[in-house]
């Protein structure tokens, strides 16, 4: 069974660009959650998914931060004008229908915002 | 929401020493997850443990619901084992809040 798989794993950036993560969660997974990790800190949910729909974005930063799930399988997370405290790893997770919430970690997606 | 502490932030053992990490929460928990995380890299589950104790390999999980705490004990460390250890709570939504983390240091 193939895991959580995310793209790119590194990505370096300007304040003012824009940058996508996509993420490829393990088959049958209904959950899909999208976390932030600053360095040295623990994961900060900011958006999670059952299916195409979303479940609780309230710790996305809407003006610049966007996350889709259109078919209930693959996730896009974008950021509009990066800023420098943007910098972070972005980790997606999924979760099965009936696994109690355990989840499974991609690699990441480790951005630097310059 | 539900808050997730854990202590201590960072530990330093000796190889062969034994570690003791805790994780306290705010609200009720239906699922409780201990991740490692290597330096740089990706969360790996290491176990699930609502409730009762739970052993895999050197490690043993206990978590008492009702006083919402959970401890991971790691017996026997190894160099390996260095890294951060972090504590996941879910309640009764799929919303899963994650702790600062442990960092442990084993020294050869």
């Known amino acids: 069974e193939a895991g959580v798989t995310q793209s790119p794993r590194y990505a370096v950036l300007q304040e003012g660009q824009a940058v996508s993560f996509w993420c490829d969660p393990i088959?049958?997974?209904?959950?899909l959650y999208w976390y932030q990790q600053p360095r040295d800190q623990g994961p900060q949910l900011l958006v999670y998914?059952?299916?195409?729909?979303?479940?609780?974005n309230s710790q996305l930063p809407s003006d610049r931060f966007s996350a889709v799930r259109p078919k209930g399988t693959n996730s896009t997370l974008k950021i509009q004008s990066a800023k420098q405290g943007d910098t972070a790893t972005y980790l997606c997770?999924?979760?099965?229908?009936?696994?109690?919430?355990?989840?499974?970690f991609g690699a990441g997606t480790r951005l630097s915002v310059l | 929401g539900q808050q997730v502490q854990q202590s201590p932030a960072s530990l330093v053992l000796q190889e062969g020493e034994n570690a003791e990490l805790q994780c306290n929460f705010s609200?009720?928990?239906?699922?409780l997850q201990w991740f490692y995380q290597s330096p740089g890299g990706s969360l790996v589950s290491l176990l699930s443990?609502?409730?009762g104790t739970k052993h895999t390999g050197r490690l043993t999980s206990t978590t008492v619901t009702k006083e919402r705490r959970s401890s991971l004990h790691i017996s026997s460390s190894q160099t390996t084992d260095s890294g951060t250890y972090l504590c996941?709570?879910?309640?009764?939504?799929?919303?899963?809040?994650f702790g600062t983390g442990t960092r442990l240091q084993v020294l050869p």
């Open positions: 088959s049958g997974h209904d959950t």
């Open positions: 609200s009720t928990a239906t699922q």
């Open positions: 998914f059952r299916d195409e729909a979303v479940i609780d």
């Open positions: 443990n609502p409730s």
């Open positions: 997770a999924s979760s099965p229908r009936t696994g109690q919430n355990t989840l499974y």
């Open positions: 996941a709570i879910s309640s009764n939504t799929n919303k899963v809040v």
